[in-house]
């Protein structure tokens, strides 16, 4: 166990044919015939989380939440939290404001209706916030969220704000922004809260800058992952190019291994109970 930081744990709750890079793949419509893989994968998580005595956020699509209701009351009963990834799954750049804010409206409606308590947090899809779409985080609050985890300050072709704050800050009036964990180092920030690079890069490396983390910027990380990361047997997208299916499926194999020690090294726990409480 490394110090005496909570940290917070977020899984964003979307199947593999749902990832934003194989958007130009498969068409939407084709969503409701792709045979699924959350209730295998979402099993698999509960059970890691409940080994290691932890407890998460699991950031749900809308749409998700309507054809697993079940899976989803499993989660909260669980005792994690259930945030909201918007209905379907769009981009915030790749909306109107009037769309985005319909989409999470709808998702917290949704998500509500099944768990039949309050939704707090908002995690738009692919980090997908920064300096060009502000007006994202005034349709949040009107929305009636209380935090989003929508920033990744880092430099990446698909997202990112790099000069984004790099930790919890009061981005609206009554609404908390909580960006994904960054490691500072050589004057920029790196990737520590998940994703791709957590895959890709050997264990020891993440371990080390999420320490760097807690001690010496004395601040909670914010982790994520995806269930279709803990599956390596999932079905492949036909016609991506390389460099997609690099990025999606490196390493899936070491990943439950990983998230054992992630979860034995740190200690962890759902996003309102480490960011939200004492707050206002
Ligand atoms: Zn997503």
């Not at 964003?12 to 793949?25: G, K, L, N, R, T």
């Not at 750049?93 to 409206?105: G, V």
């Not at 995690?123 to 007006?135: T, V």
């Not at 920033?151 to 609404?175: K, M, N, T």
Request: hydrophobic letters at 40%.
């Amino acid at each position: 166990m490394s110090g005496n930081i909570v940290n917070a744990l977020t899984i964003d709750v979307e199947d593999y044919f749902q990832v934003s890079a194989f958007e130009p793949h498969i068409p939407r419509a084709d969503w409701e015939t792709l045979p699924g893989r959350l209730e295998r994968n979402i099993e698999l998580i509960l059970r890691l989380l409940d080994e290691a005595d932890a407890k998460a956020t699991f950031f749900t699509l809308g749409w998700v939440a309507e054809r697993y209701p079940e899976l989803v009351r499993r989660i909260v009963d669980e005792g994690h939290e259930l945030a909201s990834h918007g209905y379907a799954h769009y981009r915030a750049t790749d909306q109107t404001e009037a769309r985005f804010l319909a989409d999470i409206q709808l998702a917290k409606a949704v998500l509500e209706d099944i768990c039949g308590k309050e939704v707090r947090g908002y995690r738009a899809p692919s980090f997908s916030i920064g300096r060009s779409n502000p007006w994202a985080f005034d349709s949040i609050v009107q929305a009636g969220y209380r935090y989003s985890s929508s920033v990744y300050p880092i430099r990446h072709d698909h997202y990112g704000a790099p000069d984004f704050p790099r930790f919890a800050h009061e981005v609206r009036s009554g609404l908390l922004e909580l960006p994904v964990t960054t490691v500072r180092l050589l004057r920029a920030n790196w990737p520590a809260g998940g994703g791709g690079y957590f895959r890709l890069m050997p264990y020891p490396i993440a371990r080390w800058s999420l320490r760097r983390v807690n001690r010496r910027d004395g601040q909670p990380a914010v982790f994520y992952f995806h269930p279709w990361e803990l599956d390596p047997d999932q079905p492949r997208v036909p016609g991506t190019s390389a460099k997609t299916r690099f990025r999606h499926y490196v390493n899936l194999r070491h990943m439950q291994r990983r998230i054992r020690r992630l979860l034995s090294d740190f200690r962890w726990d759902r996003v309102d109970r480490v960011f939200l409480e004492g707050r206002a």
